[in-house]
């Protein structure tokens, strides 16, 4: 096989750009004002340019090894005037990956349309909401400021003459605020937009399996608590023998404050309401926090009675 000889030094070309950095010097003849020109000489696509072979060798050095002629060409091309970027096949340094952050060393983006788009279903701003975020966060707020108080004062057990007349005036308070609650939450989701995904037959009939299975905590617990037992009767000096274990509270404790949050859960999703289930997460906030200070608050009561007992 023939070798083609070298061209005359003084036609002879120099490589233009090596590895996206423009080498400085003459331009062949034929390809002055042709940057970026595909009409290669075969020297420039092989061993004549000095940054691929040798000096005038003819070869390639140890370091490069043995060059397909397309990756010659890809490292040899007509020198230009112009900076370019190093070529990683289709996207330049001056860019950037696809789905990669512009600067590497930082975190990636939260996608802020897509959180628009999740709280675009909820209007925060509405009335009928802020009126049943209200509802829900001041109804455990009054029972449990009004039964410390009289745990401590006894002044309604004083004004309506008996702390069983007490604690029926102070039951019959809270039930009617409970309706008001129900009431704005149901309010709140009429006046919010329904979600697509959750406006259809499962979605239905799993809300009202969870509104049936709430509604049976929430029965069970009253039953077996009592009127006094349920309304904070031990916050008037009304307490009972022993502690209640039969069920529901067999299963878990404080039935009534999650059989109460699986009621709106379930009614929430019966109406595919995102703002629903948002009022319903209030609602499980709100009663964690009740049980925060009833929790100790009660078993304190508790303890000073078997005192007192043991005492006498």
Not at 9 to 31: M, Y
Not at 80 to 99: A, K
Not at 204 to 227: D, K, P, Q, W
């Amino acid at each position: 096989m023939s070798v083609p000889r070298r061209p005359p030094a003084g036609n002879a070309g120099t490589c233009g750009t090596v590895l996206g950095f423009p080498r400085l010097g003459k331009t062949r003849p034929e390809h002055r004002g042709q940057p970026g020109s595909a009409l290669l000489h075969p020297w420039d696509a092989g061993a004549g340019c000095p940054a691929v072979g040798g000096a005038g060798s003819g070869e390639a050095p140890s370091h490069f090894g043995a060059l397909h002629p397309r990756q010659s060409r890809e490292l040899c091309t007509p020198r230009s005037s112009e900076m370019r970027p190093l070529d990683l096949g289709s996207v330049g340094v001056r860019g950037r990956l696809p789905g990669a952050p512009a600067n590497p060393l930082s975190p990636p983006q939260v996608d802020a349309r897509a959180m628009a788009r999740l709280l675009g279903y909820v209007d925060l701003t509405d009335s009928a909401f802020a009126a049943a975020v209200l509802s829900i966060a001041f109804n455990p707020l009054f029972w449990n400021v009004v039964a410390r108080w009289e745990h401590k004062t006894r002044a309604l057990s004083r004004a309506l003459g008996s702390p069983h007349a007490a604690c029926y005036c102070l039951g019959t308070v809270i039930l009617l605020l409970n309706c008001v609650r129900s009431h704005c939450f149901t309010e709140a989701m009429k006046s919010q937009p329904k979600l697509a995904g959750l406006d259809c037959h499962w979605a239905y009939f799993l809300g009202l399996a969870i509104l049936a299975i709430g509604t049976l905590f929430v029965v069970s617990s009253f039953l077996a608590l009592g009127f006094i037992g349920t309304f904070l009767g031990d916050y008037f000096g009304i307490l009972m023998e022993a502690k209640v274990t039969s069920f529901p509270f067999s299963v878990l404790d404080n039935p009534m404050y999650w059989g109460s949050t699986a009621v709106y859960l379930g009614w929430a999703l019966m109406n595919a309401s995102p703002a629903g289930l948002l009022l319903t997460a209030v609602v499980a906030i709100s009663y964690t926090i009740a049980m925060l200070y009833e929790g100790p608050f009660t078993e304190e009561i508790y303890r000073q009675k078997q005192k007192g007992a043991k005492s006498k």
